[in-house]
């Protein structure tokens, strides 16, 4: 006959996918799982699998899906039973009690040979088998969270590009899915959002992100979809690139000096900060012609003459391009406090690679002004001169 449990359904409707039953040591058979509407004892359409056991893992459920999900009304009861055969495979007896999530309840074991001969039995949580069933959200939207972060291959693209990802929705179940929403995480977009996926099938979106996102951002797509997906699997995959934070270069354009190369020491600007902290990812050098050297580059505050940990790099001149700057990345950002003096310094060496005298001037970005053109050789011996936007150098930093 048929034994497994008597279930009531909570407030919300319940779309059911799977039926299952337990493996039981030394199960071979095959047993039809079904769905019984207690009300008149009859079949729920559409709600019978046929499982065959062998292969099955001892201790667990083996499933077979519906071919359609069923919808399990709320507040109603069911009898979930599964078809056992005298001296076949074994099974629990009612005295197995079961742990349930909250879309419904477990009223009682039962057991019966059809329409008119169901019976319930022993108490709450108990029941024959054990029987299962695996359900989608019912009644309303199933909401499937797509993790983007494991699926970004992120690098770097043409400056002024717009850095994209190929997501694929796959529908991987046997009923088709209806996508009703998706919702994107901020700064990202995406050029679908709706519409049906057949079984087996699946849709590209190409998603765009900002380019000012930092590379290693991760973020999810929310996919919604209504209950004729719920058998059904999305999974994302593709490639896509990235790019790291767009830097702003702070000196924007200069007029060159004098070239010389008839010192040895530390050469450069000094920098007020205006109201707003500016963190700093980036020092650089002037490439001269005929510039081959390396070069530190580093920031000292002017209160005490010290150089700001961290904010110190080498910088390979060769390969540069004549008239731009090159530039070597901090370790790790450098936050220069609002209101607060600096100067930024290249050391230079007599006979070393050419630079440009003091009377160098540079247009820059609001963010900071610079006050002065600075020269010295270590704490205590650091000298301001000149005017405001002159520079030895030029040097540059970006933020």
Do not use: C
């Not at 019976?119 to 009644?139: D, L």
């Not at 699997?233 to 008839?262: E, H, L, Y």
């Not at 990812?281 to 530190?296: A, D």
């Not at 110190?312 to 936050?335: D, E, H, N, R, W």
């Amino acid at each position: 006959g048929w034994v497994g449990l008597q279930v009531t359904i909570g407030a919300s409707p319940v779309t059911v996918t799977e039926l299952g039953r337990i493996m039981a040591s030394g199960n071979s058979g095959t047993h039809t799982v079904k769905l019984v509407k207690v009300s008149d004892g009859l079949d729920v359409p559409g709600a019978s699998v046929s499982i065959a056991m062998s292969g099955g893992t001892v201790g667990q459920f083996k499933y077979g899906t519906l071919a359609s999900p069923v919808v399990l009304a709320a507040n109603t009861n069911y009898w979930l039973l599964s078809e056992e055969t005298f001296g076949g495979d074994t099974w629990s007896d009612l005295n197995t009690t079961v742990t349930t999530t909250s879309v419904a309840a477990v009223n009682t074991a039962a057991y019966g040979t059809g329409p008119g001969a169901w019976v319930a039995i022993a108490g709450p949580n108990q029941t024959y088998g054990p029987v299962n069933f695996k359900y989608g959200a019912g009644g309303g939207p199933a909401t499937r969270i797509i993790g983007l972060s494991g699926n970004l291959a992120f690098g770097t693209v043409t400056v002024g590009a717009t850095p994209q990802q190929t997501l694929t929705i796959s529908n991987t179940g046997n009923a088709t899915l209806t996508v009703s929403g998706i919702s994107y995480p901020s700064g990202f977009s995406g050029n679908w959002s709706s519409g049906t996926i057949a079984a087996g099938a699946s849709q590209q979106v190409t998603v765009t992100f900002a380019p000012t996102l930092a590379t290693g951002y991760g973020g999810t797509v929310s996919v919604t979809s209504d209950a004729t997906g719920g058998a059904s699997t999305i999974a994302a995959s593709g490639t896509g690139v990235s790019v790291p934070p767009t830097a702003t270069a702070f000196v924007t354009s200069f007029v060159s000096g004098t070239v010389r190369n008839n010192y040895s020491g530390w050469v450069g600007l000094q920098v007020t900060v205006g109201a707003n902290p500016v963190t700093v990812s980036e020092l650089g050098r002037i490439m001269v012609s005929g510039n081959s050297g390396t070069h530190t580059v580093k920031l000292v505050k002017v209160s005490d003459g010290l150089d700001v940990p961290g904010g110190s790099v080498s910088i390979a001149m060769s390969g540069g391009t004549v008239g731009q700057f090159k530039y070597a990345t901090l370790a790790s950002p450098v936050v220069l406090a609002a209101n607060t003096n600096y100067w930024l310094l290249s050391e230079e060496t007599f006979g070393g690679d050419t630079w440009y005298d003091l009377n160098t001037t540079v247009t820059t970005t609001s963010v900071a002004n610079v006050t002065t053109a600075a020269y010295g050789t270590g704490p205590g011996a650091w000298v301001a001169i000149a005017g405001a936007n002159q520079t030895y150098g030029p040097v540059n930093f970006k933020y």
